[in-house]
């Protein structure tokens, strides 16, 4: 079984991203335009690419601390005013394409939410002590060996 985070739940009202952080359609921009890719005539007549735009920084439903940590990791991502652009054209519908942007978006500011745990310092082992100690004692004799057998 693999070990990823749960994916967000959407509905029609918006995308829940962790118990604490829901967004509301309110706060999507939702475009769709024309797609490239396989699909023939069919392509040119439809606009099944789907981009989903939310602003970070506008954001109502989020607090300063989770504004800062989304800012932080994901600034790259965002444009000038704090726009996260999430980009869909896998498939031929636009729904499923909007429903997988969607869920993206909701998948990468969940990540950025989550805060990672403090490593916890190690004692070195007993063993590991006596390997660097005996190695550095194997180290020592040969310096001073070769110091002793250049004084003839």
Not at 12 to 38: C, Q
């Amino acid at each position: 079984m693999e070990n990823r985070p749960p994916s967000p739940e959407i509905d029609a009202r918006g995308i829940r991203v962790n118990p604490g952080v829901f967004i509301p359609a309110s706060e999507l921009e939702v475009r769709a335009s024309r797609s490239g890719g396989p699909g023939g005539q069919h392509v040119n007549t439809s606009s099944t690419r789907v981009e989903v735009v939310w602003n970070v920084r506008q954001s109502a439903v989020l607090n300063e601390a989770q504004r800062a940590r989304i800012v932080e990791q994901l600034g790259s991502r965002l444009d000038g005013v704090g726009n996260i652009r999430i980009v869909s054209s896998e498939t031929r519908s636009q729904r499923q394409n909007r429903e997988i942007a969607e869920e993206r978006l909701g998948a990468t500011i969940r990540g950025a939410l989550v805060i990672p745990k403090k490593r916890k310092k190690t004692k070195p082992t007993r063993g590991s002590v006596e390997r660097r100690l005996s190695e550095k004692k194997k180290q020592s004799g040969k310096k001073s060996e070769r110091r002793q057998s250049s004084d003839d």
